[in-house]
């Protein structure tokens, strides 16, 4: 694993945040306590400036809102919802890799749970969310109706990696790979590649995920996709897919998404290196366990190779490494 870029919220309106203020940055050595200033990755955007304009003090963190569910449609174990949100925290969150943490007004001291936010117009005044009812905290949303309250806290960005190449990506060409529940996160990333006049061809693996639920999905949003199985009985890429990913790379080709679990991006990203592909830039989901989204509670930390601790919630990864 190694970091592809800066923390997510650099020299966004909530940094310097707390991180900073207690010299765990991940970007500024100097906040962190060095002598010398090493952030010569970062792009005019003085962290330690920014601190000591603030008094040494954080900027203020992210709000939660009350927001009203202005639609709702239940499908199956699907539960897709559009909520009125203010303006400026539609503005931050309709991005690709955009999240908030929802929940019920009246589970007011139950857990959070994190939602991708999907890929929209804006000034509509309103996100699109989808949650599926898995667990013990999605659970809470399976009798949600018109006019029920949620307590929604953002904006998060980022629940993808690699983002710098999909928002670099225009008027090119693209192939999505999602698999199983990745579909849900990846739709924003094929409706912003599609605003962006890219061509992309989507390939799914339904796996074990219902068939009704991917065609709901798709057909809400018009997208039109080919079936594919992404892997063979022995977890190994099938003959498909290589061929898939060859015959895009060699049309020009030039930015892959993988919708899909650690292991599924694993297999693309080292198929992908080892036929010398390496011009075709990659991103995927993001899969770490979400909680706090602030580089605190260690819910999605992992150690590297050099035995340095990163947060998912804040570094953007390299989807080849991990
Ligand atoms: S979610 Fe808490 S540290 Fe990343």
């Not at 400026?88 to 007004?105: D, I, S, Y």
């Not at 008027?171 to 605003?195: E, T, W």
Request: glycine share 10%; proline share 3%; net charge neutral.
């Amino acid at each position: 694993m190694i970091i592809d870029g800066l923390c997510a919220d650099y020299s966004s309106s909530y940094c310097p945040c707390i991180l900073a203020e207690t010299g765990e940055c991940v970007v500024c050595s100097q906040v962190n306590g060095s002598d010398f200033c090493d952030c010569k990755i970062s792009g005019g955007f003085c962290v330690q400036q920014e601190l000591i304009r603030n008094g040494g003090k954080a900027k203020p963190g992210r709000k939660t809102y009350e927001c009203k569910v202005s639609t709702i449609i239940h499908f199956d174990d699907l539960v897709f919802l559009r909520v009125q949100v203010p303006h400026e925290l539609e503005m931050e969150v309709k991005r690709p890799g955009g999240f908030v943490f929802v929940r019920r007004m009246e589970d007011e001291t139950w857990f959070d749970t994190p939602i991708s936010v999907m890929y929209e117009e804006l000034n509509v005044g309103s996100i699109a969310l989808s949650i599926l009812l898995r667990g013990v905290k999605t659970s809470r949303f399976a009798n949600i109706a018109e006019g029920d309250t949620l307590l929604v806290r953002g904006p998060y960005t980022s629940g993808l990696l690699g983002l710098r190449h999909i928002e670099k990506q225009q008027a090119g060409k693209s192939l999505v790979l999602a698999k199983g529940i990745g579909l849900l996160p990846s739709m924003a990333v094929i409706r912003y590649l599609q605003s962006r006049h890219n061509e992309v061809d989507v390939y799914l693996d339904e796996g074990g995920f219902p068939a009704s639920i991917s065609k709901f999905c798709l057909d809400l949003f018009d997208l039109h996709y080919k079936p594919i199985n992404i892997l063979d009985p022995a977890g190994q890429l099938r003959e498909e897919v290589k061929e898939t990913i060859l015959r895009f790379a060699v049309s020009g080709g030039t930015l892959i998404h993988v919708g899909g679990s650690e292991y599924v991006i694993r297999k693309i990203a080292e198929y992908i290196e080892s036929v010398g592909l390496g011009s075709i830039r990659l991103s995927a989901c993001n899969n770490a366990t979400m909680c706090c989204g602030e580089g605190i509670c260690g819910a999605c930390s992992e150690t590297t190779a050099g035995k340095h601790v990163i947060h998912r919630c804040k570094e953007q990864v390299n989807p080849r490494k991990i």
